[in-house]
């Protein structure tokens, strides 16, 4: 793989026709790079590893050459979905910096659009350096490639990804070919096996762990303890160890599970449920699972491509690396006795923090008005929308800034102090009640409890009395309507000269009339509309309910957009 391998002053004729011979080629077009001669980037893959090939971006200026494409072979490690090449070329008179900055946005886009595959870069970059602009990107090539200088270079994000060997030139080319030999280890590989102990819950087993809970005298647990935590722990280790006695268990080995990392523990479910329904043999039943599962490998897939647009947009890859570089340094300070700074740091009971004793610094100073700030403009993008602040404080003191948001955390969180606090704009919502930490911990965990009522459980229901109108209350009012002597009602003069008169004579006695014909039934609404819900939205939602009971799909597609459409209109109204 070189770079500018189509340039005819490299090769002759005869050389391309016997790499043609058993590759495939994909290049560039180079009209709008300048040069005088060459002509571009290309690859030749070979056919015996991939003969799916999509080209995805080309770039053609005079400061920087980009090819991109998407290989796709037959065999790949489980973690990679697929393999992105991207073949660069940066002139020598061309401006470094606006072409490393070029190609670095070309590459976050494809990790953006595509986060699962694996993105090597490489190419003739001069006087180039990736790491500048993409810091999580290795240079993998340490050998010369031009005199002895290493012009051409290969970046990935996986470390120790290739063994770079420099071999004999092709053609009349000034740059050597380096073949880079694989020396990544696939993940499987390199986890151990997982020992799994689980229980075996037969019915013997239920019998004899249930005449042994029988047979105990629990007397004893309250008696030998003084509170309720105490006779509460007791217990439980005593049901315990009455398992581990009773009941059988098996061991297995398990290895490192090959999956993705938006693979969930709701897509596990998901698939495990796919294989019972397949081997259960109901064709149904197993379509729906299939179908679930597809549809949730889709949402978790978006929402992992999301965290990590998030991600690359927040610029986290240098702040990761700024962080760990610093833990590190503090490590070795901690390590070092003698070094001058080991006496102002001491480590925290959970031993895995850091923290300094005499450090003065300014750093949390606005802290206070920042989150202020934050809470204004969530509230100005969703005035409506309930908004919570949770998260560590320590001192910083927020409710001078927002007088209006409530505090719900009332219990001690770490020793006696209330360092972890939740504000909210919804008064009453939560009561705190404070738990165990988790694990080396030195914060307790926090348990919210939902206090806040909903405001159609608060407010009082409206009772109506509506008609209910049956076939025989409708043969009994027609037969009402038909013993009727409507003559008499054209009978008085004044009626027959006032319409209005007439016309509101006969409303009243058809009321009449159906008020003590058809059955009435009393019913309690609650009054949880909108207030840009007007009666042509309900006759929408009403018609879209019809239509899936009737199970039209198109109708209710169609009548899904339009609700969507009307709802956005009568908001900005």
């Not at 793989?1 to 011979?21: G, W």
């Not at 709008?32 to 971006?57: A, E, H, M, P």
């Not at 953006?112 to 190419?123: F, K, Q, S």
Request: with cysteine.
């Amino acid at each position: 793989m070189a770079p500018r391998t189509a340039a005819s002053s490299y090769f002759t004729s005869e050389e391309l026709k016997n790499i043609r011979a058993s590759n495939s080629a994909e290049r560039t077009d180079t009209e709008l790079s300048g040069k005088t001669k060459g002509r571009g980037i290309c690859f030749y893959i070979n056919s015996g590893w991939c003969n799916d090939v999509t080209v995805i971006q080309q770039h053609c200026s005079p400061d920087l050459e980009s090819f991109i494409i998407n290989c796709k072979p037959f065999y790949s490690p489980c973690e990679f979905a697929s393999f992105i090449l991207v073949g660069v070329y940066i002139p020598p008179q061309a401006n470094v910096q606006d072409a490393q900055r070029m190609l670095a946005d070309q590459i976050l886009c494809v990790e953006r659009t595509n986060p699962d595959y694996l993105v090597i870069v490489l190419g003739d970059f001069n006087k180039g350096n990736l790491t500048h602009d993409l810091p999580k990107y290795r240079q993998v090539i340490k050998c010369p490639t031009r005199g002895e200088k290493i012009l051409d270079q290969c970046y990935t994000t996986v470390r120790d990804a290739y063994h770079a060997v420099p071999r004999a030139a092709l053609g009349h080319s000034d740059h050597v070919m380096v073949h880079l030999i694989p020396a990544y280890r696939q993940k499987l590989k390199l986890c151990k096996p997982v020992v799994r102990t689980s229980r075996k819950w037969t019915s013997e087993a239920v019998e004899v762990l249930q005449a042994c809970l029988d047979s105990t005298d629990w007397d004893v647990f309250r008696n030998a303890t003084n509170s309720l935590n105490e006779y509460t722990e007791a217990v439980t280790s005593y049901i315990s160890f009455c398992e581990d006695c009773c009941v059988p268990s098996r061991t297995r080995v398990s290895y490192n599970n090959n999956n993705k990392p938006w693979f969930t523990a709701k897509l596990r479910r998901l698939s495990l449920d796919k294989e019972e329904a397949f081997r259960s043999g109901d064709k149904d039943k197993f379509k729906e699972a299939k179908y679930k599962f597809s549809k949730g490998v889709r949402e978790a897939k978006q929402l992992y491509s999301a965290k990590l647009q998030h991600q690359f947009s927040a610029n986290d890859t240098a702040s990761d690396l700024y962080t760990s570089r610093t833990l590190r340094r503090a490590g070795k300070i901690v390590a070092d006795p003698s070094h001058p700074g080991h006496k102002l740091f001491e480590t925290l009971p959970s031993g895995r923090r850091l923290r300094s004793i005499r450090t003065k610094t300014s750093r949390h100073k606005n802290t206070a008005e920042r989150i202020a700030a934050s809470y204004n403009k969530a509230q100005r993008n969703s005035a409506d929308d309930p908004i919570f602040l949770p998260g560590d404080f320590n001192k910083c003191i927020v409710s001078i800034h927002l007088p209006n948001l409530e505090q719900y955390v009332t219990c001690p969180t770490r020793m006696d102090k209330i360092l972890d606090q939740c504000f909210g704009n919804i008064e009453g919502a939560y009561v705190s009640i404070c738990r165990p930490p988790l694990g080396r911990s030195d914060h307790n965990v926090i348990h919210l409890l939902p206090k806040y009522r909903q405001k159609l459980k608060r407010e009082k229901p409206v009772v109506k009395h509506i008609q209910t109108w049956m076939k025989d209350s409708i043969e009994e009012l027609r037969g009402c309507f038909e013993a009727t002597e409507w003559d008499l009602f054209f009978s008085d003069q004044v009626s027959c000269n006032n319409p209005d008169l007439l016309n509101d004579t006969i409303t009243s006695y058809l009321n009449f009339c159906a008020d003590n014909v058809v059955d009435t039934k009393e019913v309690r609404i609650y009054p949880n509309n909108k207030p840009w819900v007007n009666k042509s939205f309900k006759h929408i939602l009403n018609q879209k309910k019809i239509a899936f009971k009737q199970g039209d799909r198109q109708k209710v597609k169609d009548l899904k957009k339009e609700l969507r459409c009307m709802t956005r209109k009568a908001k900005m109204d």
